[in-house]
């Protein structure tokens, strides 16, 4: 009786753990179950894509959202930061965003067209292959896989702003090569599909240095990366701008 009795208390803790865990994920301390209080609407729709490094890993819920808003909005842009999921503290006024902790290539793929469909944004920030290294999941045919969710992208959003990046350093080898030479296979994707895609030399931006665990960036790191996308942005103006309502309507009946 008292071992069943135990069973049934053990069960129902980890029941209560996971339950518990379901309603942190993804949400900061201070917005855990909220809404956040000041969400941007009506400005240029930005999706970033990714990973935990665009989710912002613990401690720095946010990661480079929360310096790109800032410097986006000092310089006058009104911007809505679009996605299912939603993070970051206060300091971040728009905590949308499509950044999946622990995510793949083939994983952004398989939701792509939902989000895109739901979320209508006019300008995509991609930062994606490092899971798949830290997996070590094909590594082979991860550029393969990435042309293959940027062609499903432009299909599904043939005006669509898309910025790629080249992933961030990793610590370690064999790690650091292996991001390396992913990365080398990115200009070449990009280079070939078209003018609405551009590359974003993410990797050179970052060190080792820059790293709190050895994969996800410090807040120094994210700040950095928020320069780095906000400089992209600026180069490509019409990535700020909304689309023509002419056009507009064009993609949506596509």
Request: net charge negative; glycine share 10%; charged share 15%.
């Amino acid at each position: 009786m008292l071992r069943t009795s135990s069973r049934r208390f053990a069960s129902l803790l980890g029941a209560l753990l996971l339950a518990l865990g379901a309603m942190l994920i993804g949400s900061s301390p201070s917005f855990a179950g909220q809404a956040a209080p000041a969400e941007s609407n009506g400005g240029v729709r930005i999706m970033p894509l990714g990973d935990s490094i665009t989710d912002g890993y613990t401690p720095y819920p946010g990661g480079y959202r929360v310096n790109l808003w800032q410097r986006l909005g000092a310089e006058g842009h009104r911007i809505d930061f679009v996605g299912s999921q939603f993070n970051g503290p206060a300091a971040l006024g728009d905590h949308d965003h499509e950044g999946h902790p622990g995510w793949r290539i083939d994983q952004l793929d398989a939701n792509i067209v939902n989000w895109l469909g739901t979320s209508d944004p006019r300008t995509v920030l991609l930062h994606i292959g490092t899971n798949d290294i830290n997996q070590n999941y094909d590594v082979a045919n991860a550029p393969a896989r990435l042309s293959t969710l940027i062609d499903h992208i432009l299909q599904q959003k043939p005006d669509v702003e898309l910025f790629v990046a080249e992933i961030i350093t990793e610590q370690g080898e064999p790690h650091a090569t292996m991001v390396n030479t992913f990365n080398a296979a990115i200009p070449g994707i990009v280079a070939s599909k078209g003018p609405h895609v551009h590359l974003v030399d993410m990797h050179a931006a970052l060190t080792e240095a820059d790293l709190a665990d050895g994969v996800h960036p410090k807040q120094e790191g994210y700040d950095k990366m928020a320069a780095v996308w906000d400089r992209a942005l600026a180069s490509v103006p019409q990535s700020l701008q909304p689309l023509p309502a002419a056009a507009g309507a064009a993609a949506l009946a596509h």
